[in-house]
């Protein structure tokens, strides 16, 4: 028997971006994974919002541009491993 692969069905977008609704985070789990996951929530959420703002280039991102778009955005100040998760990130878009 012979499968034959499908392509994708394209998906439109109808309406404005709704946020999903949050979901607690699993219990049980050792702190630094809350810690390790909460960052990189925080540095995916930044470094989308630098790219929307023409940020394309980790040598662009420096600490206080990161931060400067952290408050635009209205989050808290990014620690030094945040700025520096945001960069790898920048570097790995591309």
């Known amino acids: 028997m012979h499968a034959t692969a499908t392509a994708p069905k394209s998906t439109f977008i109808t309406g404005p971006y709704v946020p999903l609704e949050k979901k607690r985070l699993p219990a049980g789990r050792p702190r630094r994974w809350y810690v390790a996951h909460n960052r990189r929530l925080k540095a995916m959420r930044l470094t989308i919002a ?45």
């Open 50 to 94: 630098l790219l929307d703002s023409g940020v394309y280039l980790p040598n662009q991102a420096t600490n206080e541009t990161i931060r400067r778009t952290a408050e635009q955005i209205e989050l808290r100040p990014p620690s030094d491993a945040t700025c520096r998760l945001v960069r790898t990130l920048l570097r790995y878009s591309r």
